[in-house]
């Protein structure tokens, strides 16, 4: 077995017995407590219009020059760094549910500070071992606890994968984009022409997983696919 798995087992096995700390103050039986949440400074560094990453130039980055995505803009509350990151790690790996409603609540912040817009929050979906491995979708989870702060209502079923991937985080830039490129399906009982779709995530890194649910998304008719998602890599 390797040392990495059992170190995950081992500390897995922890969170069972022990409560939760806050990541940034140490405080019992939360994993982020709210007064820590609103601490954390909101992203305000230059950026690419387009897909977000740090750009201090005029117009959009190299990349979104050579290939544009097909989402377009992404935004992002946070950086993904320190408490973030560890406010992250929680909700995903260390069953941190309770993370998602004060994280929203910045999101919510940052969607005021950054005029943006959308019909219809659809949250990334995981495949679904994935989600009953893990017992839920922490985009989903974010996605319903942001809604009603922004008045926007959340379609959890409208994009599905319809293929496993491998996780996003062990590849490298070029075999991300070939991990997911086709990976998602969007339902064909729903009209999507005219909306504006927002789709809604964890992490924005490459851009590739988003982008491949906005080619499914456009394919069926929506008039545009932009993301907010809680950080973007650093
Ligand atoms: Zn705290
Ligand atoms: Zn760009």
């Given at each position: 077995?390797?040392?990495i798995?059992?170190k ?8 069972l017995v ?13 994993w ?5 949440a ?5 992203a305000h ?12 130039d005029e117009?959009?980055c190299?990349?979104?020059r050579r290939t544009?995505?097909c ?5 992002s509350a946070f950086?993904?760094k320190d408490?973030?990151?560890?406010a992250?790690?929680a909700l ?6 309770e993370v ?5 609540w910045r999101m919510?912040?940052?969607?005021y500070q950054q005029?943006l817009?959308?019909d ?29 702060q ?7 079923g409208l994009?599905?994968r319809v293929r496993?991937?491998?996780?996003q985080?062990r590849?490298?830039v070029?075999e991300?984009?070939v991990n997911?490129?086709?990976a998602f ?9 005219g909306?504006r779709v927002m789709l809604i995530?964890?992490v924005?890194t490459?851009?590739a997983t988003?982008d491949?649910?906005?080619v499914?998304?456009l394919?069926r008719?929506a008039?545009?696919?932009?993301a907010f998602t809680l950080?973007h890599a650093a």
């Open positions: 077995m390797k040392l798995y059992i995950h087992v081992y500390r897995l096995a922890l969170d022990l409560p939760p700390l806050c990541v940034v103050c140490g405080r019992v039986n939360t982020l407590c709210l007064p820590c609103e601490e954390i400074p909101l560094h230059p950026i690419c219009p387009r897909c977000g990453d740090s750009w201090a117009g959009v190299d990349r979104c544009p995505l989402v377009v803009p992404i935004r950086v993904f408490a973030v990151r560890d992250i790690h995903k790996y260390r069953n941190g549910r998602a409603e004060p994280m929203a919510a912040q940052a969607w005029q817009h959308g219809v929050l659809v949250p990334v979906p995981l495949f679904l071992d994935r989600e009953a491995e893990r017992g839920y979708n922490q985009a989903t989870l974010l996605a319903r606890a942001l809604a009603p922004i008045g926007v209502p959340v379609e959890a994009v599905f496993p991937t491998r996780s985080a590849l490298g070029a991300r984009w997911v490129k086709g399906a969007c339902s064909e009982v729903v009209d999507l022409s909306v995530d964890d924005a490459t851009g988003l491949a649910c906005a499914a998304l394919t008719g008039r545009s696919v932009s950080a």
